[in-house]
């Protein structure tokens, strides 16, 4: 049974094999798709070879052949193979008949160059235009923050690379100096007044990109100019686009050192690839037939397309992949997007040997850098390890509260060492502990930049004794961190180190990367008050105040006795009826309510003297009110006089006078004052040596304390300082006593002063320093402006006297009623006593009294009654 299953599977499967074999027999033939390859004159094309898993390269080489020649063979042999695609170069004579071999054909152009040379409406270059090399040169500008960009032209070219660069320049909102001078195709038709004119116009503007389109003996005699002028090679950054890859390299002889040369990062082999693999992935995006047109070997005479063009070069112009020459893809007009360079250097050896060095590279605006641009002859990397040394100072090197594990590392921060001497359990030695911290700030986040630009590891560790480095000139030695650079313990400073002449007798400086000015800074401090404080009585002095009391009872006085004697008062009116009206109390109540403008009493005086009177005082005490307000509201006020106005203020210099201030001890601001000529400047540091503090902090807490009255230091610290504080106490005052600039500090003759001094140009001219000044240099307070006019919190220590004086007034009015309270007992116990003994005669004259009293009343009634009526019939008559 097994025996007969086996033989019959080996039948089916014979018979399988035999139909697979009759149907490829009679299957339809695949069709070879060809593509058309023309060779320029100038190309090299030994050992080159194409190769292709679906397409048939016809290759035509122009070698040694003429116009007519090129024509008749080019139309013979792609007509014959019909070539769906034909690639050749951009210009020139044989692009120029390329293209009008493939227009007659109508297929598409895949033209090979700089220049653009657009005849055909299919036409595709994969070549870098103008508009890329404008790319390249606006995206250097970026990268150094040049602000303007030289071209030296030999032929003037309406669409050449300045117009390019302008349009590029303003699509992108940047603003550039953009220049252009004709130098002439040689040095026998230069323009050298032109040329001197360009070149000093540039050296005004700054670092400028100089683009060289001319010839080198031109370019070098530019160069040359521009030396004769005083201007240094290194004030430009020399730019030159050569069409290297379709040409072999020339000598470098004549070639300008320190020229950077835009090279493209492909030759013309690897062009004709990424053309090849463009047609391929055309082909496979679908299917495609070939027309059975009549073939033709002559190009005068018409042609039907064997393939539908439109269509075909619609889905040429959508592929996009990453070939020999890089990412490729085309716009809507068949001009490449992306075009990759190499950035060469003209360098020297150390045999005196030039030679291009590749120094990074460039695609579209966007550009890198690779170290050795900055490094120059030393990128091996056991050498690329910096060991800094810094010192904490917030906020440019801002410090972790926490100490890292040796597993743990930093996240968004810099590792930082700190080594702190620790005693050892039970005996009298100590020793140094390892501590591994976080560190941020503005040094920092400049760090971040130079590893990027440099490429170099970073150990970076705190000095011991935490100074920034002084001079002892008994012992002739430094401390702090220039002692470290001294030492060879560290290969530079990361911190602000204040550039001056003193320490750079012994040490190098980069470019500075901050700049400040020294300032005083007053702080408030904790302001006395007495325990009893009789501030309010402080607009007015004694004889004022009691000039004051004095006139206000005599006008009392005066208008009681005027309102008492005029025939007009209160007193000889309705005599007997309003005699006791304004008596003393009354008139009292007048005067003072006049005095404080309050409504204590009803009554007023009658008579026009006595009112005349009232009126003259009432003027008088709001003048007196007046002023004593403003005078009050102007010593409550918390804006003092100033204590100092200027470093030359006698306060400084006058040992006696109390007034205490200091800086930063064995800082740059100290040594202003310690190593200057001048002897005033000298005897200001010998007053504030008693008081120099070691930390900002230290600074701050003596100055609110009251400890210190001023402080000195550079900005921007000291106005980080002054806006920081809560309430805005603090304020700056005066000029600048020095203006100066902070750099990172090296040892003599370290191999990375000039690269990294390099790299602070470039960032400053980036305006990259002012992004960091405001992200780590703003406060609270802007500059302490609010210390000036800000008023002081008032406590109850301020008004302590008027609450005394209130009390006072109180307990001498409470004594006051009981005394009223008292006499009052007496008077009405004496009267009672009194009544007991009168006879009841007395009584009946009392009765008699009383009965007066109402008589007159009801007379005034009736009077009033009487005056009522006749006001009353006057009106009636009136209105009849």
Not at 387 to 408: F, H
Not at 502 to 517: K, P, Q, T
Not at 567 to 577: A, E, I, L, W
Request: aromatic share 10%; charged share 20%; net charge positive.
């Amino acid at each position: 049974m097994r025996k007969a299953l086996s033989r019959s599977s080996l039948q089916w499967t014979f018979f399988l094999v035999f139909i697979l074999y009759v149907s490829s027999s009679f299957a339809i033939p695949k069709i070879p798709f060809n593509v058309g390859i023309l060779l320029d004159k100038t190309w090299n094309t030994t050992n080159v070879s194409f190769s292709s898993v679906n397409l048939q390269p016809v290759i035509l080489s122009t070698h040694g052949l003429g116009f007519e020649e090129i024509v008749t063979q080019g139309c013979h042999k792609f007509s014959a193979k019909k070539i769906v695609s034909l690639i050749g170069p951009e210009g020139g004579l044989v692009g120029g008949v390329g293209q009008t071999i493939a227009q007659h054909f109508s297929i598409p152009y895949i033209g090979l160059g700089m220049r653009v040379n657009k005849m055909h409406d299919k036409h595709v270059n994969l070549s870098p235009t103008i508009s890329a090399q404008a790319e390249a040169i606006i995206g250097l500008a970026i990268e150094f923050g040049s602000p303007c960009i030289g071209i030296f032209m030999s032929s003037q070219d309406p669409a050449g690379i300045s117009h390019e660069i302008r349009k590029k320049a303003n699509s992108l909102t940047l603003k550039f100096n953009i220049n252009e001078v004709m130098v002439g195709r040689s040095v026998q038709e230069y323009d050298f007044l032109a040329i001197s004119r360009e070149a000093l116009v540039m050296n005004r503007s700054g670092y400028c990109i100089v683009v060289l389109e001319c010839g080198k003996s031109m370019a070098t005699f530019i160069q040359q100019v521009t030396d004769s002028l005083g201007i240094p090679l290194g004030k430009f950054l020399w730019v030159t686009f050569d069409d290297k890859n379709l040409t072999p390299q020339d000598d470098v002889k004549n070639v300008p050192v320190g020229i950077l040369w835009m090279r493209l990062s492909y030759n013309w082999i690897d062009l004709v690839t990424d053309g090849l693999r463009l047609v391929d992935k055309t082909l496979q995006s679908q299917q495609w037939t070939l027309n059975s047109s009549t073939v033709n070997t002559s190009c005068l005479q018409p042609v039907t397309s064997w393939i539908d063009s439109k269509l075909f070069f619609r889905k040429m112009i959508e592929q996009s992949f990453v070939g020999k020459t890089g990412a490729l893809s085309l716009s809507s007009q068949g001009q490449r997007q992306t075009v990759p360079y190499d950035i060469l250097r003209m360098s020297i050896n150390p045999q005196g040997q030039k030679f291009w060095e590749e120094v990074g590279s460039a695609s579209s605006t966007s550009v890198h850098l690779s170290s050795n641009f900055w490094t120059k002859n030393f990128s091996h990397p056991a050498s690329n390890l910096i060991r800094m040394t810094t010192i904490e100072d917030d906020p440019v090197i801002i410090v972790s509260k926490g100490v890292l594990k040796d597993s743990e590392d930093c996240t968004l921060s810099q590792l930082c060492i700190r080594f702190e001497r620790v005693k050892i359990p039970g005996t009298n030695k100590t020793q140094i502990q390892r501590l591994r911290k976080c560190c941020i700030g503005y040094a920092i986040d400049i760090l971040e930049h130079l590893k990027k630009d440099l490429g170099f590891n970073v150990e970076l560790y705190f000095v011991e004794d935490g100074f920034y480095g002084g001079y002892d000139p008994k012992t002739k030695t430094w401390n702090g961190l220039i002692n470290e650079l001294i030492q060879g313990k560290a290969d530079m400073t990361l911190t602000t180190l204040t550039i001056n002449e003193v320490r750079s007798r012994v040490i190098d400086y980069s470019n500075a990367f901050l700049y400040g000015e020294t300032k005083i800074m007053l702080g408030q401090g904790k302001k006395t008050v007495n325990v009893i404080e009789m501030g309010f009585l402080a607009p007015f002095d004694t004889n004022l105040w009691l000039v004051s009391l004095l006139a206000i009872n005599v006008t009392l006085v005066v208008v009681w006795l005027i309102e008492r004697f005029s025939p007009y008062g209160h007193f000889n009116t309705h005599k007997g009826r309003l005699k006791y009206i304004f008596d003393a109390s009354a008139c009292m109540s007048f005067i003072w309510s006049s005095v404080f403008k309050l409504q204590l009493d009803s009554v007023n005086p009658r008579s026009v003297s006595a009112r005349t009177t009232s009126a003259v005082f009432a003027f008088a005490m709001l003048i007196l009110i007046s002023t004593y307000t403003a005078n009050l509201a102007a010593s409550l006020v918390t804006t003092e006089s100033q204590k100092v106005s200027e470093i030359r203020d006698k306060k400084f210099t006058d040992k006696s006078s109390g007034f205490k201030f200091a800086t930063l001890k064995h800082s740059s601001t100290e040594m202003v004052f310690s190593h200057s000529s001048d002897p005033e400047m000298r005897r200001i540091y010998q007053n504030m040596k008693p008081y120099q503090v070691l930390t900002y902090a230290e600074a701050t807490q003596k100055l609110n304390s009251g400890e210190l009255d001023a402080f000195i230091d550079d900005s921007p610290f000291i106005d980080l300082t002054a806006s920081k504080q809560p309430d805005c106490s603090f304020k700056i005052v005066g000029h600048a006593i020095t203006m100066h600039g902070y750099g990172f500090a090296f040892p003599k003759n370290s191999k990375w002063t000039t690269p990294i001094s390099q790299l602070m140009l470039k960032y400053e001219r980036r305006d990259y320093f002012r992004h960091l000044r405001k992200k780590w240099f703003t406060g609270v307070c802007d500059n302490s402006k609010e210390a000036q006019s800000k008023a002081y919190r008032m406590e109850f220590q301020h008004f302590s006297g008027l609450f005394l004086v209130s009390s006072i007034a109180f307990v001498i009015c409470f004594a006051l009623l009981i005394v009223e309270v008292f006499l009052n007992r007496c008077r009405r116990k004496i009267l009672t006593t009194y009544n007991l003994k009168q006879s009841p005669n007395s009584v009946r004259e009392l009765t008699g009294t009383n009965l007066a009293v109402i008589r007159l009343s009801v007379e005034a009634l009736t009077d009033n009654v009487k005056a009522a009526d006749r006001r009353s019939s006057t009106s009636t008559t009136m209105t009849i």
